[in-house]
Every structure is written in structure tokens, then in C-alpha cells.
T-cell receptor, first 112, second 116 residues
């Protein structure tokens, strides 16, 4: 069964304290792995797509990496405005749908 | 560029009632997917509409149904509401060429449905 597990469930950082979020996945065939950010009361906001092991994407203080079993979202020198829930999702091969399978997310709090 | 918009933002219903939620897709997008997000959980795929037809469904019963219109907007209908249907319902749109796509889905801010 296709599955996504994110850790930790919650993370509290001081402003400027770098860290990484983990997304482990089990999927029959990976068409793509997606990272989203979700603020309270809002829908998920797209951050990155990764397609194959070894691929990396960067945006401001965020960098996403992908291996055959997991993905990491590295946050460098975070600011309070980076506080949000970060969701990881996989799109498996098979079928014509764009179905995403999500993890439960990591709630990040960055304190000034 | 107009993003994905959903209405209403909040809704309160009682058990056994029926509800219709609406979604306007992002400009240039032809595919709409619906997700249910319970509190503290990740979104769960309900179904997808492409060319006005359902072309994929998650583990949701038939009382969850939908429509897509020629302008690519969509509706989610839920009959015989149950307490467990209380959740945030998210609509996501993307551009699909028919065989599935790796284009990212863009989400609206959802409809918060509460069942009393």
C-alpha cells in the first residue's frame, strides 16, 4: 500500500537555527514527490516537485532533496514567517489521475 | 492570474442533510480534484474530474459525488451527512493532457464543514 510518513510531528526552532524535516515514502512507482506549506485556515501552497533520486530544488531558505526512500526539506536560518505546517505528498504511477497521497505534516514553529 | 476559489468558506449542517460545495479552477487549468482534510491530518483524495467526467476515486462512499462544468468549475455533493464528514474540503486544480500529469496541483482555501 502506498504510504507517506513525516517526522517529526512538530518542531520548534529559534530564529536562525537550521534544521531538516523528513518524509519517508513507500510507493509502487514514484511519478513525483511534492512539498506544500499550509498556514492555519488556508489551503496548501505549492513549494516543490521532485521527480528522481538525487534531485534537489531550492527556494529562498528552503531546499528539498530526494532519495529512493525519502525526501528532506532543509530550512536554513529560518525566520518566524516560516512557521507553518509542511506537507509532503507522493503521486504514484498508474491510472490517469493526479491523485496525491499526503503525510500528516510537520508543524514548524520558529520563535524570534 | 486568478487562483482556485471555493465557496462557501464555512458551513454548518445537521446529520442526514445534503450539502453542495463549489470550486472555480485556476485560469488555464482543466482538471479538478477534491480532498477531505480532517483536523490534524493530511488531505485525503476523494475524486478527480477531467473533461466533465470522474476519472479517479479514493476510498469514499457513493454518497460523495461531483460534477465538472464546461468552464472547468466543479461541485462536490455529499448526501446523508454523518458526524465524521466534519472536515476541511479542499479543491485543487491542475493542467492535464489526459494521461495523468506531473504538473503541481494548486489548492483553494477550502470549505470548513461542521456537522451537528
Amino acid at each position: 500500500e502506498d504510504q507517506v510518513t513525516q517526522s517529526p510531528e512538530a518542531l520548534r526552532l529559534q530564529e536562525g537555527e537550521s534544521s531538516s524535516l523528513n518524509c519517508s515514502y513507500t510507493v509502487s512507482g514514484l511519478r513525483g514527490l511534492f512539498w506544500y506549506r499550509q498556514d492555519p485556515g488556508k489551503g496548501p501552497e505549492f513549494l516543490f516537485t521532485l521527480y528522481s533520486a538525487g534531485e534537489e530544488k531550492e527556494k529562498e531558505r528552503l531546499k528539498a532533496t530526494l532519495t529512493k526512500k525519502e525526501s528532506f526539506l532543509h530550512i536554513t536560518a529560518p525566520k518566524p514567517e516560516d512557521s507553518a505546517t509542511y506537507l509532503c505528498a507522493v503521486r504514484p504511477y498508474g491510472g490517469a489521475t493526479n491523485k496525491l497521497i499526503f503525510g500528516t505534516g510537520t508543524l514548524l514553529a520558529v520563535q524570534p | 492570474e486568478t487562483g482556485v476559489t471555493q465557496s462557501p468558506t464555512h458551513l454548518i449542517k445537521t446529520r442526514g442533510q445534503q450539502v453542495t460545495l463549489r470550486c472555480s479552477s485556476q485560469s488555464g487549468h482543466n482538471t479538478v480534484s477534491w480532498y477531505q482534510q480532517a483536523l490534524g491530518q493530511g488531505p485525503q483524495f476523494i475524486f478527480q474530474y477531467y473533461r466533465e467526467e470522474e476519472n479517479g476515486r479514493g476510498n469514499f462512499p457513493p454518497r460523495f459525488s461531483g460534477l465538472q462544468f464546461p468552464n472547468y468549475s466543479s461541485e462536490l455533493n455529499v448526501n446523508a451527512l454523518e458526524l465524521d464528514d466534519s472536515a476541511l474540503y479542499l479543491c485543487a486544480s491542475s493542467r492535464n493532457t489526459g494521461g495523468g500529469s506531473n504538473q503541481p496541483q494548486h489548492f483553494g482555501d477550502g470549505t470548513r464543514l461542521s456537522i451537528l
